[in-house]
Nanobody, 126 residues
Framework: QVQVVESGGGLVQAGGSLRLSCAAS????????MGWFRQAPGKERELVAA????????DYSDSVKGRFTIFRGVAKNTVALQMNSLKPEDTAVYYC???????????????????WGQGTQVTVSS
């Protein structure tokens, strides 16, 4: 059983920064590609950023490019999302997702992920 656990999130003023962290565990010696998605009230869940198992490939939604950075932690089964220059429209529940992989690609669609965290709220006030 794989568990995906997020931490971070909270309330921040527009222009501020937050960092989300995520760890996948439960299957020894597994390689995980990981991603962050978000869902705002009344909207569908959307990709924020994705990263390959080795960390060499990343993908971002156009709305966060240049403001958010996804990166691997020292432990390869961890990932963080650094969010800078936050805007009120970034307000959403943020989900970490993981999937086991054999290669080095990124995955940008939620149906490509197998394991999901419980979500963490990010609220940006204007």
């Amino acid at each position: 059983q794989v568990q995906v656990v997020e931490s971070g999130g909270g309330l921040v003023q527009a222009g501020g920064s937050l960092r989300l962290s995520c760890a996948a565990s439960g299957r020894a010696f597994s390689s995980y590609a990981m991603g962050w998605f978000r869902q705002a009230p009344g909207k569908e869940r959307e990709l924020v950023a994705a990263i390959s198992w080795g960390g060499g490939s990343t993908d971002y939604s156009d709305s966060v490019k240049g403001r958010f950075t996804i990166f691997r932690g020292v432990a390869k089964n961890t990932v963080a999302l650094q969010m800078n220059s936050l805007k009120p429209e970034d307000t959403a529940v943020y989900y970490c997702a993981a999937r086991t992989v054999a290669g080095s690609g990124t995955y940008s669609h939620e149906e490509e992920y197998t394991y999901w965290g419980q979500g963490t709220q990010v609220t940006v006030s204007s």
